[in-house]
């Protein structure tokens, strides 16, 4: 499985999207506002999903951060490039 899957995975677990599958959740599409329409509290239960999943350490700039969670593919290159840090 890829890290991209595994991303839409957690997404779907840790934010209980019960109507949305793997196959919903585009790689490049925006995940807030636009595209999946997530807001500002889905990104704070992500955050700590991904926390405790890849051991990451999150940044506390705020526009750093909007970088990261953009999209699936932008979260999975943060992830490969800063896991278990």
Same mark, same amino acid.
């Given at each position: 499985?890829? =890290? +991209?899957? +595994? $991303?839409?995975? $957690? =997404? =779907?677990?840790? $934010? +209980? $999207?019960?109507d949305i599958t793997v196959d919903d959740i585009e790689d490049e599409a925006p995940l807030f506002i636009d595209g999946l329409g997530l807001d500002s509290i889905d990104a704070l239960e992500l955050g700590m999903a991904l926390k405790k999943k890849y051991n990451l350490k999150m940044s506390s700039n705020k526009e750093e951060n909007k970088k990261y969670f953009y999209s699936v593919k932008t979260l999975a290159d943060y992830v490969r490039s800063n896991a278990g840090e």
């Amino acid at each position: 499985m890829t =890290i +991209e899957n +595994e $991303l839409k995975e $957690l =997404i =779907i677990k840790s $934010l +209980e $999207l019960e109507d949305i599958t793997v196959d919903d959740i585009e790689d490049e599409a925006p995940l807030f506002i636009d595209g999946l329409g997530l807001d500002s509290i889905d990104a704070l239960e992500l955050g700590m999903a991904l926390k405790k999943k890849y051991n990451l350490k999150m940044s506390s700039n705020k526009e750093e951060n909007k970088k990261y969670f953009y999209s699936v593919k932008t979260l999975a290159d943060y992830v490969r490039s800063n896991a278990g840090e």
